[in-house]
């Protein structure tokens, strides 16, 4: 994949006109590229600096003699560095045309355009960080909200990376011990009984079914929650949008089937980034093709989100297509919520997870709210934020070394041949290093590093 021997360059703030913007260095020849280019306004080149020193001077194109930009350099010299490599950080004034520049100059000079998270790649194959943390380095990076952020930054405070490699230890001791069994079957190591290692074995599958489990609530902290507002035509699902965003986003009106198709705006609520979705009105009646389009993606909502809203108009008595709704939002767990209370009450429901609103003049909003946050923390695995499985790549190893253990619980419980149980336990063991990236193959670190920006 990569070649980590060269110097590459990268512009690593985003494009476009800002205060500072940043071409990267890193590599055996950042530090050389960096004074070709560099004209310090004291005597020190960028090599005599020492590591973790700023020089103020301008970036020069030495063949025209072109005074470039007015800047600011970083060093961070090797080993202690992002990459492990001498890393070198040009502050220029953030224009693309002069990030440009500065970027070709450095080209010219003998650096290399960085892939996408080429710089993350280094600091991982050079041991700064392990694959966990580097994939939280993304996390971090495009984490919209205070939850997202929280199950990044412990990921790359290695968090988690500590507890796969206890598990790894304990693994690695389990199979130690049995192997003794296999390779010394005469010696002192005694006669081999199952009892000794159960426990051992219970307590791997109960901390990996807990990793396992806190993936659900994981996965919303880091990719946010899916948020569908459904119910029959004209209830205020698009008032309701309107007064959560706090803005007068989707059309209202009183005639039934004003929203045609879905309307998605992202919103924060305690700390989740939220995807709220606004569908057509689902009614049986209609011919129109338009609405019967609508009301086809209003399902595929539905189907999709993470939580729906079932709204009602509870001025209004409740009809048959509220019921045919109800049937339809059954499996998805629902909450109930009662609109347009500053009517006349006519509905009520006795579900116990229903809310009162108005959409109209707000009522009631900031306790949906609360409901909303409540559905997301009520699975009893999500006690602990410090600890969780965000990424489907780490749930999916998780799972299949949990299997490998399962196995060799069986094995052990059967009286089978050793030799079977230590073969999973080193399934188990090698899956496990998948995560952390202690076991890997270049299509797993091609797919990883190609989903990060270039410059990071
Ligand atoms: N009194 C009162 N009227 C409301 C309330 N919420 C919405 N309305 C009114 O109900 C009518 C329909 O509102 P919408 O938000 O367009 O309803 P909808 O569910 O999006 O309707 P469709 O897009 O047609 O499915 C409008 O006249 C709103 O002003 C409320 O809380 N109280
Ligand atoms: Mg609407």
């Known amino acids: 994949m990569y070649t980590t021997d060269d110097t590459i360059t990268a512009i690593s703030t985003p494009y476009g006109q ?28 960028l090599k005599d600096l020492a590591t973790f020193k700023i020089a103020y001077g301008h970036i020069i194109d030495k063949h025209t003699e072109r005074f470039v930009d007015e800047v600011i350099v970083s060093v961070m010299k090797a080993p202690k560095s992002y990459t492990c490599q001498d890393v ?12 440009k520049q500065v970027l070709e100059l450095t080209i010219k000079h003998g650096a290399r355009l960085a892939k996408p998270g080429e710089f993350t790649f280094r600091a991982y194959i050079n041991g700064r960080i392990d694959l966990v943390q580097a994939e939280a380095v993304m996390d971090l990076i495009r984490a919209a909200t205070e939850k997202g952020y929280n199950a990044a930054i412990n990921q790359l405070d290695g968090n988690l990376s500590n507890k796969i490699n206890a598990l790894s230890h304990s693994l690695t001791m389990l199979l130690a011990h049995i192997e003794a069994y296999i390779d010394f079957p005469d010696d002192e190591t005694g006669t081999f009984n199952p009892e000794d290692f159960k426990g051992t074995i219970y307590t791997i599958i109960e901390d990996m079914e807990t ?16 948020l569908a507002i459904c119910g ?29 198709d879905t309307l998605e705006e992202p919103l924060n609520i305690g ?16 011919s129109d093709i338009i609405e019967k389009e609508g009301i086809t993606r209003t399902l595929k909502a539905i189907e999709e989100a993470d939580i729906v809203l079932c709204l009602l108009d509870c001025s209004q008595p409740l009809t048959e297509e509220d019921s045919i709704i109800f ?3 059954a499996n998805k767990n629902p909450l109930f919520v009662l609109n ?36 997301v923390a009520q699975n009893p695995t999500n006690q602990k934020d410090t600890m969780l499985i965000t990424n489907i790549r780490h749930k999916a190893v998780i799972d299949n070394t949990l299997a490998a253990i399962k196995r060799a619980l069986t094995l052990l419980t059967n009286n089978s041949p050793i030799e079977f149980l230590a073969l999973e336990i080193r399934t188990a063991l090698d899956s496990l290093g998948e995560i952390t990236g202690v076991v890997t193959t270049e299509d797993l670190l091609t797919r990883i590093f190609n989903d990060f920006c270039i410059g990071k």
């Open 211 to 226: 990793l396992s489990n806190s993936f659900h609530y994981g996965r919303l902290c880091r990719d946010g929650i899916g």
């Open 88 to 99: 070198v950080e040009i502050n220029c004034h953030s224009g693309f045309f002069v990030l």
């Open 18 to 45: 800002s205060g500072i913007g940043i071409v990267r260095l890193s590599g055996p020849l950042a530090l050389t590229i960096a004074d070709a280019i560099f004209k310090p306004s004291g005597t020190k080149t």
């Open 271 to 286: 700390g989740f980034a939220v995807k709220l979705i606004d569908t057509a009105g689902i009614r049986n009646s209609s």
């Open 340 to 375: 347009k209370s500053d009517l006349k009450q006519v509905t009520s429901l006795k579900q116990k997870n229903t809310v009162k609103i108005s959409a109209k003049n707000g009522t009631g909003i900031d306790e949906l709210k609360q409901e909303i946050i409540k559905m």
């Open 232 to 260: 029959k035509p004209n209830v205020g699902k698009s008032s309701l949008m309107n007064a959560l965003l706090q803005k007068d986003r989707a059309i209202v009106t009183p005639i039934a089937g004003t929203t045609r």
């Open 327 to 329: 049937e339809t939002v």
